[in-house]
Structures are given as C-alpha cells and as structure tokens.
C-alpha cells in the first residue's frame, strides 16, 4: 500500500495538476481537507466547482480520499453547525469524503468531517465506532486536525484539536493523515510525523509554488518521507 498525502492546498489549482499528474503512482491519494480558500476573493461556488473537476481528475488515476477543513465550510445543518455538504456532491466510486468509510486493497480507510461543534463531534465518534466493527487490519483515519503534538506546533503556540488524542487511544488505528497547521513541519520543535501509542500520525505543511508539500506511505516498506521545499526526510515505520 502506497499513500500519497497532502493537505491545505487553499485553491491552488496548479498543486491540484501536480497531483493529477502524480496520482497515478500510488494506491491512494488523500487530501486532509482545506481546499477551499475562505480568504480570497474569488466566491466559494466558483471555487467548489473548480476544484470539484480537479478532484474528479485526480480518481481518474488513484482512488481518492478527501475529508473537509475549517476553510471548506459551506453550509449548516440542523443543528446549526457549519457543514462542507459541498463534498457530498464530489463522492463517487473512486472518491470518498466525509462520513465514509472504504477499503483500499487490505487498508480500512475512514474520512471524518470537521466537526463545528457537539453534534458533528458526537457524529464523529460514531462514525468511528461503526468503522471499527469493520476493522480486521491496517485501519487509516483521515482527520483535518492533528493532536497538541509536534504536528500542531506554529512555531509560537500549539493549535491541536482536543478530541483526537482520546480517540486514537480508544481505537488504536494504525495511522492518521492530518493537515491543518501549515507550519509545523517547517518550525523548530514542530515535525511531519508522531506517534500516539502505536499509531503514527503525519502532517504534510503547505508550501508555496506549483507542487505541494507531501508525505509518502509506504506500508510494504514501512517507511514514510516528507518532500518539499525544506528537501527530503525519511522515516522508518517500525
């Protein structure tokens, strides 16, 4: 199994081609939510279908595996907590979004949302227990947000997400693919990969230009290295 992941490309549609261009090379390709940019001036449904054609071009080459961000939040729901329904639109046999659980060869793969509060947390959770059942093996979480941890460090202040750490505990998955703290990799004190326990959890950063930060997974190896423009560093998985 091998995984591509990447994170927080905000609307940069030429990171978007380089990942067309690379899909092909890998098992998988996952984007740990912010694709949207709620900072520029172009509007949201202009962005969402861009980058709707973008990701459908992408699983043409891999299957594709994309959760939402805090930046991706287009809608509300019952509850009144901000959703990014938009992805609902976008699912497909080759893609799969939030709420969804799927096996890729011999990886469980489940995609959470970002929650927006207690009920999409509570939904959360459930969606995990559920997956769960299914879990005979390599099981992989897809979640915006990294734990208080190396991944979530700016530079001056930690921005972790308060969940994750005791659901990783509970169900002990073999990885999460995060995103969300574009500084982490690239600050003193910061890093691309940590651990909880026996489950490791990785952080790509952004970076400027036409290619995207990234990380590859590879399980068959079990080994893991960060590319981007600080260079290359590699891990073992042991």
Not at 43 to 70: D, T
Not at 136 to 147: E, F, K, N, V
Not at 195 to 215: H, M, S
Request: with cysteine.
């Amino acid at each position: 199994m091998r995984i591509l992941l990447t994170s927080d490309l905000h609307y940069r549609l030429r990171q978007y081609d380089w990942l067309i261009g690379a899909a092909a090379g890998f098992d998988a390709v996952v984007i740990a939510g912010d694709h949207l940019d709620a900072f520029l001036p172009v509007p949201g449904e202009v962005q969402i279908a861009a980058l709707s054609a973008s990701l459908a071009a992408v699983a043409q080459k891999s299957r594709l595996l994309v959760c939402s961000g805090n930046h991706d939040l287009n809608a509300r729901s019952g509850e009144g907590e901000k959703t990014a329904d938009w992805l609902d639109a976008v699912r497909s046999a080759a893609v799969a979004v939030d709420g969804d659980t799927v096996a890729v060869g011999d990886t469980l793969f489940t995609v959470c949302p970002w929650w927006d509060g207690p009920h999409a947390r509570a939904g959360v959770e459930r969606l995990l227990e559920s997956a769960a059942q299914r879990r005979s093996g390599r099981w992989i979480w897809i979640y915006h947000a990294p734990p208080e941890s190396a991944l979530s460090w700016t530079g001056k202040r930690h921005f972790g997400d308060p969940v994750l750490p005791e659901l990783v505990r509970r169900h002990s998955p073999t990885a999460v693919l995060c995103g969300h703290i574009h500084e982490a990799p690239f600050k003193a004190g910061g890093s691309w990969i940590d651990r909880i326990g026996d489950t490791w959890l990785f952080n790509a950063g952004r970076q400027i230009g036409d290619v995207p930060a990234r990380i590859e997974i590879d399980f068959a190896q079990n080994s893991a290295r960060w590319l981007s423009l600080a260079g290359l560093e590699e891990r073992a998985l042991q």
